[in-house]
């Protein structure tokens, strides 16, 4: 399978997703989840949007599932429906786990200038992230030489 239709075939599964998570939302009145996440859902805007909530839960099960192409067209499609900070250390290790250090830098990044002041253990996750995308990078580079 090319790049290209890997890419229209996760495109075309996150479009069915999508339209599940929809009607769910619709005809449930808003996902249940469990008590940790209906806490954490009281003040995340994503996590109260039943259809931001169910493109992160399916971005989630498609990254330990491995697919991480359909998990980061699933986390890009959550993060454009409500731009918390947080999605954007799910894309940047998912990025990552596909080899695109250089692209999970840039989500790392764009995470610390959202949300400069974050939660101590989100920054510290995101400065170890970051380590080891720049590692990668150097490694790359050096056995691009």
């Not at 799910?90 to 790392?108: I, V, W």
Request: positive net charge; contains cysteine; glycine residues 6%.
């Amino acid at each position: 399978m090319s790049p290209s239709s890997s890419k229209t075939s996760a495109a075309t599964r996150l479009k069915a997703v999508v339209a599940v998570v929809a009607v769910v939302a619709l005809l449930c009145g808003g996902t249940r989840v469990g008590a940790e996440s209906r806490r954490k859902a009281s003040s995340d805007v994503c996590l109260s949007d039943p259809v931001c909530f169910g493109l992160y839960e399916e971005a989630r099960r498609l990254s330990k599932a491995g697919d991480l192409a359909a998990a980061v067209v699933a986390y890009q499609a959550a993060y454009r429906r409500q731009s918390v900070p947080w999605l954007l250390i799910n894309l940047g290790r998912t990025l990552h786990k596909l080899g695109r250090p250089q692209e999970a830098l840039t989500h790392y990044e764009r995470y610390s200038s959202a949300e400069p002041s974050g939660p101590p253990e989100r920054q510290q996750m995101v400065r170890e992230y970051k380590a080891q995308a720049e590692k990668a990078l150097a490694e790359k580079s050096a056995t691009d030489k």
